[in-house]
């Protein structure tokens, strides 16, 4: 019963995530697409959660916990890269 | 039908709904501060409230305190984030919005 209504909102999030990646690719600034890539990641995120009380693997949070730790630090590199550049690609 | 499982049935329709508004808003969002602002939705309104349906569902466990630990971690780094990536894009010479009318941090710098 549960786990139906998880696969749904799973397959919500993965729409949301195909939402992010177009933005992405067609972003008129890198800042956008760095924006996008943090929202993505962030959805994943949330996916391996569902699908850890889907198929109740404790595994998957730990994955989920270092996959955000990555985004984290990620994001920080890129805007301490990234700032005071032009906006040209 | 106990009073914990509406609860999480509440928050897993939640997490869906502001995953979807978020993302949207990232489509049609102008500007990128605008799209920081959506996807501060996606983090907060889908993800957290997601982890903390988890949370909820599996009760007292090493389960739901991996969730919490994950939705604690999310709370307090994905503002840093945000924030820094709005100096970066500010610093490169970003533009804000037609419609704003002051500029703090220009302001401030002189």
Redesign the interface.
């Known amino acids: 019963m549960?786990s139906d209504?998880?696969l749904?909102?799973a397959a919500?999030?993965f729409?949301?995530?195909i939402?992010?990646l177009?933005?992405a690719i067609r972003g008129a600034?890198m800042?956008?697409r760095?924006?996008?890539i943090?929202?993505l990641t962030?959805?994943s995120?949330?996916i391996l959660?569902?699908l850890?009380?889907y198929y109740n693997q404790?595994i998957f949070?730990?994955i989920?916990?270092v996959y955000?730790?990555i985004?984290?630090i990620g994001?920080?590199a890129?805007?301490?890269y990234?700032?005071?550049?032009?906006?040209e690609e | 039908m106990s009073i914990a499982t509406v609860i999480v049935y509440i928050l897993l329709a939640v997490s869906g709904f502001f995953a979807l508004v978020g993302s949207i808003g990232i489509i049609r969002m102008p500007n990128v501060y605008n799209r920081i602002h959506a996807e501060t939705l996606c983090v907060f309104g889908g993800t957290i409230v997601g982890l903390v349906a988890i949370a909820v569902f599996q009760g007292w466990s090493t389960f739901s305190l991996k969730a919490i630990v994950i939705a604690l971690f999310l709370f307090f780094t994905s503002p840093v984030g945000s924030h820094a990536i709005a100096k970066a894009a500010h610093e490169s010479g970003e533009g804000l919005s037609p419609d704003a009318e002051v500029d703090r941090l220009e302001e401030a710098k002189e």
């Not at chain 1, 990234?82 to 906006?87: A, D, K, Q, T, V």
């Open positions: 549960i209504f998880l749904v909102v919500i999030f729409i949301s995530m939402f992010c177009i933005q600034t800042f956008d760095v924006v996008s943090d929202a962030a959805l995120v949330g959660g569902f850890s009380l404790e949070l730990d989920a916990l955000a730790i985004a984290f994001d920080l890129v805007s301490k990234l700032s005071g550049r032009g906006l």
